[in-house]
């Protein structure tokens, strides 16, 4: 394992809630489909990513691939940023990109019991925390002709793996450097969060 493979369970759920939009892909290597999709992650006991939670449109061709071959691949991309020199304070030093990715093996599920469920959990993510959250009972009848028009899934997860490559090979003052005049706030968070004692 690398120095950027090191994580556990708690790095990704964070990753999957700070950035539910991931590509789902299916389907053969010849015709692979793929769609971004906002999902939801369920977590067992011990905090392991152990399913997704998601819902897409039936016209999508995701939807015809996955019903024929049930095994996805889920991408979830955290947050990036390019890495200069002038950041680093070194010269000498070469520049880099920074980011965070989990790769997810999945069996899709569609199920249409769970496609309100599926609406609701998403909606109360997304919306908690606002001043005034948004209610779908707001869209009146509307609501009941764009619910028969998509379908709820669960991605029961199979395998993960992922890299988070967030300056944990740079010496001391460089990434002291870097964590103080990189202006990629959400970047510079996550630096911290995989770095400790050495911030």
Same mark, same amino acid.
């Given at each position: 394992?690398?120095?950027?493979?090191?994580?556990?369970?708690?790095?990704?759920?964070?990753?999957?809630?700070?950035?539910?939009?991931?590509?789902?892909?299916? &389907?053969?290597?010849?015709?692979?489909?793929?769609?971004?999709?906002?999902?939801? &992650?369920?977590?067992?006991?011990?905090?392991?990513?152990?399913?997704?939670?998601?819902?897409?449109?039936?016209?999508?061709?995701?939807?015809?691939?996955? /019903? #024929?071959?049930? %095994?996805?691949?889920?991408?979830?991309?955290?947050?990036?940023?390019?890495? #200069?020199?002038?950041?680093?304070?070194?010269?000498?030093?070469?520049?880099?990109?920074?980011?965070?990715?989990?790769?997810?093996?999945?069996?899709? %599920?569609?199920?249409?019991?769970?496609?309100?469920?599926?609406?609701?959990?998403?909606?109360?993510?997304?919306?908690?925390?606002? /001043?005034?959250?948004? #209610?779908?009972?707001?869209?009146?009848?509307?609501?009941?002709?764009?619910? &028969?028009?998509?379908?709820?899934? %669960?991605?029961?997860?199979?395998?993960?793996?992922?890299?988070?490559?967030?300056?944990?090979?740079? #010496?001391?003052?460089?990434?002291?450097?870097?964590? &103080?005049?990189?202006?990629?706030?959400?970047?510079?968070?996550?630096?911290?969060?995989?770095?400790?004692?050495?911030?």
């Amino acid at each position: 394992m690398t120095l950027f493979e090191r994580f556990d369970g708690a790095d990704v759920r964070k990753l999957v809630e700070d950035y539910p939009l991931a590509w789902v892909c299916g &389907g053969g290597a010849a015709d692979i489909e793929a769609s971004l999709l906002p999902l939801i &992650g369920r977590f067992d006991a011990q905090g392991d990513l152990v399913e997704l939670i998601g819902h897409l449109m039936r016209t999508n061709p995701l939807h015809a691939a996955l /019903l #024929s071959d049930p %095994r996805a691949t889920i991408l979830f991309q955290g947050p990036d940023s390019y890495v #200069s020199p002038e950041h680093a304070g070194l010269r000498d030093w070469a520049p880099t990109w920074n980011y965070a990715q989990i790769k997810v093996r999945a069996e899709v %599920r569609f199920d249409e019991a769970l496609t309100e469920p599926s609406l609701d959990l998403l909606i109360d993510a997304m919306e908690k925390g606002r /001043l005034q959250p948004w #209610s779908k009972e707001e869209l009146g009848e509307r609501y009941h002709g764009m619910l &028969g028009r998509i379908i709820g899934f %669960r991605a029961t997860v199979t395998g993960l793996t992922g890299k988070f490559k967030l300056g944990q090979d740079e #010496s001391k003052e460089a990434l002291a450097s870097i964590l &103080g005049t990189l202006p990629d706030a959400a970047m510079t968070d996550w630096m911290r969060r995989f770095n400790g004692g050495r911030s």
